[in-house]
Nanobody, 115 residues
C-alpha cells in the first residue's frame, strides 16, 4: 500500500521560509517522477513543482525562483524548500507522483503565510 506522508508546514510571516518533506513508502520511489501540489481555500489543486526520476525540475510560474524541489532516493523522500513566502502561498501542500494518482493523496501539510 502506497503511503505519502507530508510534514513541515506551519505559520510563517511574509518573507519567511519553510521546508516541507514527504516520506514515501510502498512504491519503488526511484522509478517515479514526484511532485508537490497545493490547494488554497476555494481553489482547485495545482501543481507547484515537479522533479523527474533523473532530477530535472519544473515549477509553477508563481513559485519559480522562490521554491526548490529535491529528492533523496536513498531515503524515499521529496522535499520542498520554500523561501520568500507570500500570503498567496497559503494552502494545504501535498506530495504525489507525477502525474498525480488519486489513490495516493495523503492528508497534506498546512502552510499559512500571515503577519
Amino acid at each position: 500500500q502506497v503511503q505519502l506522508v507530508e510534514s513541515g508546514g506551519g505559520l510563517v510571516q511574509p518573507g519567511g521560509s519553510l521546508r516541507l518533506s514527504c516520506a514515501a513508502s510502498g512504491l519503488i520511489f526511484s522509478s517515479y517522477d514526484m511532485a508537490w501540489y497545493r490547494q488554497a481555500p476555494g481553489k482547485q489543486r495545482e501543481l507547484v513543482a515537479h522533479i523527474t526520476v533523473g532530477g530535472s525540475t519544473n515549477y509553477h510560474d508563481d513559485v519559480e525562483g522562490r521554491f526548490t524541489i529535491s529528492r533523496n532516493n536513498a531515503e524515499n523522500t521529496v522535499a520542498l524548500q520554500m523561501n520568500s513566502l507570500m500570503p498567496e502561498d497559503t494552502a494545504v501542500y501535498h506530495c504525489n507522483i507525477w502525474p498525480a494518482w488519486n489513490g495516493y493523496w495523503g492528508q497534506g501539510t498546512q502552510v499559512t503565510v500571515s503577519s
